[in-house]
């Protein structure tokens, strides 16, 4: 069993900046890629940053230049750092994890964190 606990959600106004965690745990051999997706009301799953073990990365186009994903493989962490923010960027907040663990290969996901935008 994996398991993802984010933190690091709330409410900020726009221009503000926030930060989200998320820690991956269990029987875990490796982790591929890490993300983070985003779900606002009435809208699809749409992804937001991803990060693979080497360090290479992959944005959204709204988030592009103001959002930036890193991940600390020792600690099986994966953070998105949000600046600039935008009400448009009220959501919530999934991590993922593409995970090699004793089970077979697959991605897990958090249970979401709410980013709230605004005034």
């Known amino acids: 069993q994996v398991q993802l606990v984010e933190s690091g959600g709330g409410l900020v106004q726009p221009g503000g900046s926030l930060r989200l965690s998320c820690a991956a745990s269990g029987s875990i051999f490796s982790i591929n890629s890490m993300g983070w997706y985003r779900q606002a009301p009435g809208k699809q799953r749409e992804l937001v940053a991803i990060?693979?073990?080497?360090?290479?990365?992959n944005y959204g186009d709204s988030v592009k230049g103001r959002f930036t994903i890193s991940r600390d493989n020792a600690k099986n962490t994966v953070y998105l750092q949000m600046n600039s923010l935008k009400p448009e960027d009220t959501a919530v907040y999934y991590c993922s994890a593409d995970v090699t663990s004793t089970l077979p290969r697959r991605v897990w996901w958090g249970q979401g964190t709410q980013v709230t935008v605004s005034s």
């Open positions: 990060i693979i073990p080497g360090g290479s990365t």
